[in-house]
């Protein structure tokens, strides 16, 4: 019965745990851990290694698109690989391709690695890819675009795979800037709450988006676990 209770109790703390943490700041504050996983090489980029996430169309891979053109605007001799693999039927260009082409990157600078499933794999086969064969030679510095909570599993599998030269180049959502408070009242409402609501953020976006950024990052907790388990990243 003693189990039990402390079962309980534990699962009562997690829950208010979850209920009362997007609330504050810590979601963001350890989201910005997570994108920044480690000291960035020196230097420009050589290569920019897009993740490719949910794919195109998809939230996390538009995002992810979006940020490795800019990336490839501002460092115009650097590479870009796409590390996903063809869906089936697609050929190259795929679909990722297109959207880095219509965002200005040229498709000469463009290619494919098509053979990781996951973000170890990945990491393995861009190694493959681009480090000197021989070692001779010095290890070109690897942009990684994907999103922030992310970014931590996959600077550390990237690590893992033998890449020493790293930046991390995590896909932040661009805020709204623009003033969206209003009074219920101004729009007609049956009843006015002074802007209880409609005036408060944190009521409107801030805590929903926090709570789903609190669950991203505790996949991504889990996820790191599961990696340093199978000897895929090294202790964190």
Known sequence: MKLVRYS?????VIFLAVLVLPAT???????GAFAEPGRPAAGAPDVIVLMGGGGIPSRSG??????????ARVFPEARVIVAMPFDDGETWPG???HELAMRGV??????????????REQAVETFRMVAPPDGSSPQPNIA????????????????HA???????????AEPVRADLNYDEAELGAKRSLGGA?????????????NLELLVKLARESVALVYYRAMGWVAAF
Not at 197 to 209: A, L, P, S, T
Request: net charge positive; with cysteine.
């Open 162 to 172: 033998g890449f020493t030269n790293l930046i991390a180049y995590p896909a932040w």
């Open 62 to 71: 538009l995002m992810r698109a979006w940020k490795t053109a800019e990336a």
């Open 95 to 97: 679909a990722m391709e």
């Open 144 to 159: 990684l675009v994907t999103c922030p909570d992310h970014m931590r599993r996959t600077w550390r599998a990237f690590a």
């Open 106 to 119: 040229e498709q000469d600078r463009l290619s494919r690695e098509p053979l990781g499933r996951n973000t």
């Open 8 to 12: 309980l109790a534990a699962l009562g």
């Open 25 to 31: 700041p810590w979601p963001w504050r350890w989201a």
């Open 197 to 209: 609501i409609g005036g408060n953020d944190m009521i409107k976006y801030r805590y929903w988006d």
